[in-house]
């Protein structure tokens, strides 16, 4: 089994930064990616940025040149940093964990960028 713990969520003015942390916990023994998602009310979970066991990246156009993701292999945790946040920006973010044996989601942490 798997848990995901996301955090460093909050409010934050625009023009700021966040940094959101996703923790990985349990029996974790396969390659995996590693994401981020948002969601803002209404509307459907769009991927953020994705990192695989490589090391690549992907980031939606939207956050691209912003938003930055990385990883702690040792730590199985994975980062976003976000910058020049934009009201936008507001959602809840979720950490996603992907390997060929399951998929798996955080609870999520909430992100509020006020103009």
């Known amino acids: 089994q798997v848990q995901l713990v996301e955090s460093g969520g909050g409010l934050v003015q625009a023009g700021g930064s966040l940094r959101l942390s996703c923790a990985a916990s349990?029996?974790?023994?396969?390659?995996?990616?590693m994401g981020w998602y948002r969601q803002a009310p209404g509307k459907q979970r769009d991927l953020v940025a994705i990192?695989?066991?490589?090391?690549?990246?992907n980031y939606a156009d939207s956050v691209k040149g912003r938003f930055t993701i990385s990883r702690d292999n040792a730590k199985n945790t994975v980062y976003l940093q976000m910058n020049s946040l934009k009201p936008e920006d507001t959602a809840v973010y979720y950490c996603k964990l992907v390997a060929s044996w399951g998929a798996y989601w955080g609870k999520g942490t909430l992100v509020t960028v006020s103009s």
């Open positions: 990192i695989t066991s490589h090391g690549s990246t």
């Open positions: 349990g029996s974790i023994f396969s390659i995996n990616a």
